[in-house]
């Protein structure tokens, strides 16, 4: 089956002033307020939350939901500004070169998820350290709202029409007029799949394994989302290549070691957090 692009990547424009209002942006917004609801209420799940280092007993590991929401804010913004400058750095730089305030044009798409993924992390690694709380305790608690989150900015890819991918050569795929005429894979579409089974996954685990190490999920999606989307790069056009592998893949191979590394440190010494069912 062959389908054609004809999406326009403007939902609306904005009451009397014309501002345009993109699809892609929109994606964004919705991936955030779901990824802030959801992952607040896998908090409420940790029952009597032992701190390793003060050896403090806490009831719930955040003092209250606006607390949250300000530090998941401040870390989306750091991934947004990670996505954007790897995106440069490793896919497409000649934009940049051309203009540096490219970097701010979000609306025109371009995000690096492996980029914007390590900008967050280490927002989150800075923040639990200031604040003496236990990084592995948040990193089971968003890991599905996470994966969720990635997977509804694949679709802004979509409704952007950007990520077109290599030439199918066959009857199947999608043709993207705005580039050209022929019928081309759709990565997006691809990884969308692969976030909604990590998806599946780790909400199952985190919900029926009780007595799994705490923060397990989190390098268990890392290398599942790397693995998936190493392969998912070979039918992507990348300007950029390493030896045999394309900038992307050499990023996801990064990606799977750093996971296999903390899944190795969280087995050998787990630390293991009870969950409350009833709340």
Excluded at 243 to 256: E, N
Aim: charged share 15%; aromatic share 18%.
């Amino acid at each position: 089956m062959i389908l054609t692009w004809h999406l326009n990547p403007v939902a609306f424009h904005v009451p009397f002033i014309g501002y345009p209002i993109r699809w892609y942006g929109i994606m964004y917004v919705v991936a955030f307020i779901i990824f802030l609801f959801w992952s607040w209420q896998n908090f409420k799940y940790i029952k009597d939350y032992k701190d390793p280092r003060t050896k403090t007993t806490h009831r719930r590991f955040y003092k209250d939901y606006s607390e949250w929401e300000t530090i998941a804010f401040i870390g989306f913004l750091f991934g947004i500004l990670g996505g954007r400058i790897s995106h440069f750095a490793f896919f497409n730089p000649q934009p940049l070169i051309d203009d540096w305030t490219e970097i701010f044009r979000i609306w025109n798409g371009g995000m690096a998820i492996q980029g914007g993924f390590t900008a967050a992390i280490i927002y989150s690694i800075y923040t639990h350290w200031k604040n003496k709380r236990h990084l592995w305790v948040t990193a089971d608690c968003i890991t599905a709202p996470l994966a969720f989150a990635f997977g509804i900015g694949r679709i802004g890819n979509i409704t952007n029409g950007e990520l077109a991918g290599k030439p199918t050569n066959g009857d199947w795929g999608m043709i993207f007029p705005h580039i050209d005429e022929v019928v081309r894979h759709v990565p997006p579409v691809y990884e969308l799949v692969g976030y909604m089974l990590i998806v599946a996954l780790t909400t199952y685990l985190f919900i029926y394994w009780k007595s799994r190490p705490t923060g397990i999920l989190f390098p268990i999606s890392i290398i599942g989302a790397a693995v998936w989307r190493f392969f998912v790069e070979y039918y992507k056009v990348s300007p950029l290549n390493v030896g045999p592998f394309t900038s992307g893949q050499v990023l996801c191979l990064v990606l799977t070691l750093s996971g296999i590394i903390i899944t190795i440190w969280l087995l050998k010494d787990p630390i293991r957090i009870e969950l409350d069912r009833k709340n």
